[in-house]
């Protein structure tokens, strides 16, 4: 949502608003500091290979893998089979 609906919704100026979201921001940020599940964090290297064993024993053509990431287009090379190709779409 943009600044304008906003501002609309809550009848404040840009300027106000602006300040409350930055406050706002560092307000959770401070809170969320010491909470551990709120990081983004790569898993270990010994976490990593569990999820890859998962991973291979649901899908034996995904070797390696360890996880997924959804929702984002990133170019990719074309698997050079059919079926590791097949593999990996998820539609």
């Given amino acids: 949502m943009d600044y304008s609906s906003l501002c609309s919704m809550f009848g404040v100026p840009q300027s106000t608003l602006s300040r409350i979201l930055n406050a706002a921001e560092d307000a959770l940020a401070d809170a969320l500091k010491g909470y551990g599940p709120a990081r983004i964090v790569w898993p270990t290297l010994k976490k990593q290979k569990a999820l890859a064993r998962l991973t291979a024993a649901r ?29 990996h779409y998820n539609g």
């Fill in 59 to 87: 899908e034996p053509l995904l070797p390696f893998t360890s996880g997924f990431i959804d929702g984002k287009n990133f170019r990719v090379q074309e698997p050079p089979r059919g079926d590791i190709q097949n593999a």
